[in-house]
């Protein structure tokens, strides 16, 4: 077992309005940081580990396989339970949190997806 700690300050918003950090990346976990302006959207990208989205702040619509979840409570968590495309659109200057979880990764290799 082991104790990590996050850092999640800032990360610049690029052109496209939104930027992403990778925070811890280990054998079958990552975590991503993401920053969004308002207005900001993530295009839909196909995904095959599951993932576990964090509101941490703002406002955010996900988009998954043709559903649409809109979060607006801080802290709350969004779940696309297996979806493989997935996006998001932020209404107001968000943070969100990325848990994703790789199945049957083997220490030491990597899962991915189709975007940063």
Sequence with gaps: MSLVQLDLG???????????SV?????????????LAAGAQIPP???QEDVVFVVLAGRVT????????LVVTP???FVPGGATTRS?????ASLVLAVLCRSGVAPG??????TP
């Design 45 to 47: 990208c196909q995904m």
């Design 88 to 92: 998001m659109e932020a209404h107001e």
């Design 75 to 77: 802290g709350a968590v």
């Design 10 to 20: 800032g990360t610049a918003a690029s052109m496209e309005g939104f930027g992403a």
């Design 109 to 114: 290799e990597s899962g991915g997806s189709t």
């Design 62 to 69: 996900f988009r998954s396989e043709g559903d649409e979840t």
């Design 23 to 35: 925070l811890l990346e280990h054998d079958q976990m990552k975590v991503r940081r993401i920053e």
